[in-house]
Nanobody
Framework: QVHLVESGGGMVQPGGSLRLSCVAS????????MGWYRQAPGKQRELVAT??????????DSVKGRFTISRISRDDVKNTVHLQMNSPKPDDTAVYYC??????????????WGQGTQVTVSS
């Protein structure tokens, strides 16, 4: 099993910066990609950014150019993903969830989610 633990959420002023971290542990050999999603009150969960084990990244249009996702893999037992949030806006306020896409074998796929961390952008 894969376990995800998020950290780094909190309150930040518009135009400031904040970094979210997510550590994946356990059976990480099956991880194909990791990413961040967010859910604001009254809205559906949406994709923010993802990164594959081949370092291919994807960003939603709403954060492109402001947020950066990166990945660190150490000792084949932990995988850490960071989301650097620069120039955040009030619209970025949401609960941010770390996600790991697990591909244990051909034709098999499932997702693992973190517990979520609140990000509030306010002056």
């Amino acid at each position: 099993q894969v376990h995800l633990v998020e950290s780094g959420g909190g309150m930040v002023q518009p135009g400031g910066s904040l970094r979210l971290s997510c550590v994946a542990s356990g059976s990480i050999f099956g991880i194909h990609a990791m990413g961040w999603y967010r859910q604001a009150p009254g809205k559906q969960r949406e994709l923010v950014a993802t990164i594959t084990i081949a370092e291919t990244t994807y960003y939603s249009d709403s954060v492109k150019g402001r947020f950066t996702i990166s990945r660190i893999s150490r000792d084949d037992v932990k995988n850490t993903v960071h989301l650097q949030m620069n120039s955040p806006k009030p619209d970025d306020t949401a609960v941010y969830y770390c996600n790991a896409e697990i591909v244990p074998g051909p034709g098999l796929r499932y997702d693992v989610w973190g517990q979520g961390t609140q990000v509030t952008v306010s002056s």
